[in-house]
């Protein structure tokens, strides 16, 4: 079977939102999967972050 050559699934990376102004060094960065298809927006996840050691909301970034 050959595979189609657009597919839906892409991979996304979502960043941290709180620790961009939380003035503390580094990032807290995921990579994950999503479907264009289902969800067209921007993706928005509560993750842990390790940096300041409790979930936050990780943003989908370009």
């Avoid at 595979?3 to 996304?12: E, F, T």
């Avoid at 995921?30 to 409790?54: A, G, S």
């Amino acid at each position: 079977m050959a595979k189609k050559s657009k597919d839906a699934r892409v991979q996304v990376i979502l960043e941290c939102t709180e620790h961009k102004s939380s003035g503390v060094p580094g990032t807290s960065r995921y990579i994950t999967t999503k479907n264009k298809k289902n969800t067209p927006d921007r993706m928005e996840m509560k993750k842990y972050n390790p940096i300041l050691r409790k979930m936050t909301i990780h943003k989908e970034t370009k």
